[in-house]
């Protein structure tokens, strides 16, 4: 792979977001929806933590980056630019990890002015700032594992809104699964709850830096970004 031939892929894709509004609305509606439950139980609570804003960001990310990530492949499919990059001397790797950095990137920029909640609560309480440079560490790995499957979803249908239902209903499962152990079998609930993006980011948000939390998110990001290369593959 040439880090040049990805650089290319990668400003050419995230320059691609800014043509139209839809990087622009997908931004406003996250950092509407997350300002309204940030700041809304910030004041029920009268905790100067950001828990409860960690606690809901994950499901906010399992429906706002399937929107992002939506158009990446099934868009270059229906327009059948696709086979236009395809004659290019890139090979799909290189495709699918510059399309993947291009997202991934534009999720961090939208995740990116919610440090203003941090600032607001450290201004009148004494805020641990340890959790929170662990929750969006723990932000980070998540946005990307859910943007590496939305990008999966997007390789296999030529149908935007179809990837979009795909990838919101894995990126959903996966976070709802640790609310779901009680209907499981006692000795699956190890196995399920290991599976699920819940776990690994709670543990992450608190704090605490485990090695296999983030062997896990990466693990994922490689399946996911490796299944595209798959199915782009038999699009040659």
């Not at 002015?113 to 929750?135: E, N, Q």
Request: aromatic share 18%; charged share 10%.
């Amino acid at each position: 792979m040439s880090p040049r031939s990805i650089s290319t892929v990668f400003k050419r894709e995230f320059q691609s977001y800014f043509y139209s509004p839809i990087a622009y609305i997908i931004m406003t509606i996250f950092l509407v929806i997350t300002g309204w439950f940030f700041f809304s139980t910030f004041f029920l609570a009268g905790r100067a933590d950001m828990r409860d804003f960690f606690g809901l960001l994950p499901l906010i990310l399992a429906f706002t980056i399937p929107a992002i990530t939506m158009r990446v492949f099934a868009e270059e499919y229906r327009s059948g630019s696709f086979e236009i990059l395809a004659t290019l001397p890139l090979n799909k790797w290189e495709i699918v990890i510059g399309k993947y950095l291009a997202s991934h990137l534009l999720t961090i920029v939208m995740m990116a002015p919610t440090v203003i909640y941090a600032i607001s609560i450290s201004s009148v309480g004494s805020l641990d700032w340890g959790p929170v440079f662990g929750g969006y560490l723990g932000a980070i790995l998540l946005s990307g594992a859910f943007t590496a499957i939305g990008i999966f979803s997007s390789s296999l249908t030529h149908n935007q809104i179809v990837a979009f239902i795909i990838s919101v209903s894995i990126c959903f499962f996966l976070t709802i699964i640790d609310n779901m152990l009680i209907l499981i079998p006692g000795f699956l609930i190890g196995f399920f709850q290991y599976l699920g993006t819940g776990y690994h980011f709670s543990s992450i948000a608190k704090g605490v830096i485990d090695s296999r939390d983030i062997v896990y998110f990466l693990s994922l990001i490689f399946i996911a970004l490796y299944s595209s290369y798959l199915v782009n593959m038999e699009k040659r």
